[in-house]
Every structure is written in structure tokens, then in C-alpha cells.
């Protein structure tokens, strides 16, 4: 089976070169001005070309307005849209067909009963990121390198296209592979030396992890 990954919050070259070298099926561009990650949609456009036909770049935006949007696109030329705000199915849809891009909804769990936040997007988000719930007091939506209890994705529906997000890093991956078997998995602060600098050895160590798992699992 194919295990999707992606490498979230992605500002220089050497991580870019980190993340493809590592074989990332998804590289993901922060556009939330608050976050460490944050880069400017033109940045985010050259860094994109080293991943063209190699790896989808995703677009991660938070409740962005109209006009943001329409810059991310035209300057960034993403292959995919994350959102990780509030964004109801509604507005999913609405922004699906407006840019004819595919969506990746995010959505925080930290107990069984949030799973069914997922039903009103399926047949209106094309992928799911589930994430850890930000901690008290933190100011940002996602990129908080907390993890949840993994067991929970045990009462997911077969079929959702999702990936498996929070806290995850080369420590932990194994048991998060093994507890979840998830289609994909998304890190961002567990490849990274300080907030927003991404470590290309660490990156590195964390597709190590991933193939040793695999491995293991195919032994
Ligand atoms: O990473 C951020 O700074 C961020 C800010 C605002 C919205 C989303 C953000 N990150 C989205 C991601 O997809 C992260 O990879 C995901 O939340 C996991 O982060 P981490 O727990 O640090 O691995």
C-alpha cells in the first residue's frame, strides 16, 4: 500500500531538498501570517518548482478571504488547498469550483465523538488532514507538534482519504503507523531544530523511520 507524506511548512531550498530526496508526496506552504512557517505567496511560488512532477504543493490557508485566495493561486500556482480553519462544506465547495483545485479539509480530533465532524465534507473535500486540537492559549490553528490519541481513528469509516497529522516525528512514527495505519501522514514541527526552521537531517531521519516501520510491517 502507498503511504501519502507530507512535509508541512516548507520556507528554503534545503528543505525543499530534504523533503524530495525523502521521497514527500506532498509539500505544504504555510500562509497563516502568524505562524514561524508563514512565507510569501511569490516565495512560496519559486520554492514550488523544484517540486513540479515530483510532489503536489499544497496551499495551507486558515479561513483565508476571497482576495488572499486569488493571490496564493495566481502567484503559487498550488497543486492542492489545505484548510485549516472553520471552513464549512459550504464554503469548501464554493472554493473547489471557483479554482478547480483539489481540497484538503483539516479538522482537529481529540476524542472519538469528533469523527463525526468529517460526515457534512464527505462528497465535498477530496482529503482529510486530521490533526491534533491547538493546546490552551496557542496561537495558531495547526503546527503546534502535539500529538492525540491515535486509537481514535480506529472508529473511522473505511475509505476516507486522510492524513494522520500532530505531534508526529521520527520517534513516533512507528507506533503511529502501527496503531493507525493511516493513508497519509503530515509533519511539520517534528522535522524542525526551532519553530519554523525546518532541519534537513531531521527530515531525513524521519523518512528513515518511516521506511524502517514499513519494513517492519512487510517482514
Ligand atoms: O504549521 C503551522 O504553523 C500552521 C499554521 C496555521 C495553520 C496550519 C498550520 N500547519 C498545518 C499543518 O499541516 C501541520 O503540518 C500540522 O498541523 C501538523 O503540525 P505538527 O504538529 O507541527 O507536525
Known amino acids: 500500500m502507498t503511504l501519502d ?3 508541512c511548512g516548507l520556507k528554503t531550498d534545503a528543505a525543499m531538498a530534504a523533503a524530495l530526496a525523502g521521497g514527500a508526496s506532498h509539500v505544504g506552504f504555510i500562509f497563516f501570517p502568524k505562524s514561524p512557517r508563514y512565507v510569501e505567496p511569490a516565495e512560496a511560488g519559486r520554492l514550488r518548482e523544484a517540486a513540479r512532477d515530483k510532489a503536489l504543493a499544497v496551499a495551507v490557508t486558515v479561513d483565508a478571504d476571497d482576495a488572499f485566495l486569488d493571490e496564493i493561486v495566481a502567484r503559487m500556482q498550488p497543486d492542492m488547498l489545505q484548510l485549516h480553519g472553520s471552513e464549512t462544506p459550504e464554503r469548501v465547495a464554493e472554493l473547489k469550483a471557483c479554482y478547480g483545485l483539489p481540497v484538503m479539509k483539516a479538522l482537529s480530533i481529540s476524542e472519538p465523538a469528533d469523527l463525526q465532524r468529517i460526515k457534512p465534507y464527505i462528497g465535498v473535500a477530496d482529503h482529510f488532514l486530521l490533526d491534533s486540537k491547538p493546546p490552551m492559549g ?9 500529538a492525540f490519541d491515535w486509537r481514535i481513528l480506529a472508529g473511522l469509516d473505511d475509505g476516507v482519504e486522510y492524513m494522520l497529522s500532530g505531534g508526529l516525528n521520527a520517534a513516533n512514527i512507528g507506533d503511529a503507523l502501527r496503531q493507525a495505519n493511516p493513508p497519509g501522514i503530515d509533519v511539520s514541527s517534528g522535522v524542525e531544530s526551532a519553530p519554523g526552521v525546518k532541519d534537513p537531517a531531521l527530515i531525513e531521519q524521519f523518512f528513515r523511520a518511516v521506511g524502517a516501520a ?5 517482514a
Open 5 to 7: 507524506i507530507k512535509i
Open 138 to 146: 496557542s496561537q495558531l490553528p495547526g503546527g503546534n507538534g502535539v
Open 214 to 218: 514499513r519494513d517492519d510491517r512487510a
